[in-house]
C-alpha cells in the first residue's frame, strides 16, 4: 500500500490527515480510543475504507512501540 498519511500545509495547516481526504489521523485515533469500531468510523466518514483505517491503527501501534520510555520518562523529569 502506498502512504496513507501526508501532511500538507494548504490541508488543516499540515496537520497529518488520511491521504487523499481532510480527515486527520489523530480524529480516527481519537475515535478509536472512545471505543468507536472500525464500522463504527467508516460510517461516520464514508470516504475511508476499512483497509485504510486498519492501516492507520497498524502504524499507529509501531509508532507507539517505538517510543522508549526510558526517553519519555527523562523529558517528563526534565520540565519539572
Not at 464514508?46 to 499507529?60: C, G, H, R, Y
Request: charged share 30%.
Amino acid at each position: 500500500m502506498t502512504a496513507i498519511i501526508e501532511v500538507d500545509p494548504e490541508i488543516l495547516g499540515g496537520k497529518p490527515v488520511i491521504k487523499g481526504t481532510r480527515v486527520p489521523v489523530d480524529l480516527v485515533l481519537e475515535l478509536v480510543e472512545l471505543g468507536y469500531s472500525i464500522d463504527r468510523i467508516i460510517e461516520e466518514y464514508p470516504n475511508l475504507s476499512k483497509d485504510v483505517v486498519t492501516e492507520v491503527l497498524k502504524l499507529a501501534k509501531k509508532m507507539h512501540e517505538a517510543v522508549s520510555y526510558d526517553k519519555v520518562r527523562m523529558l517528563i523529569e526534565a520540565g519539572r
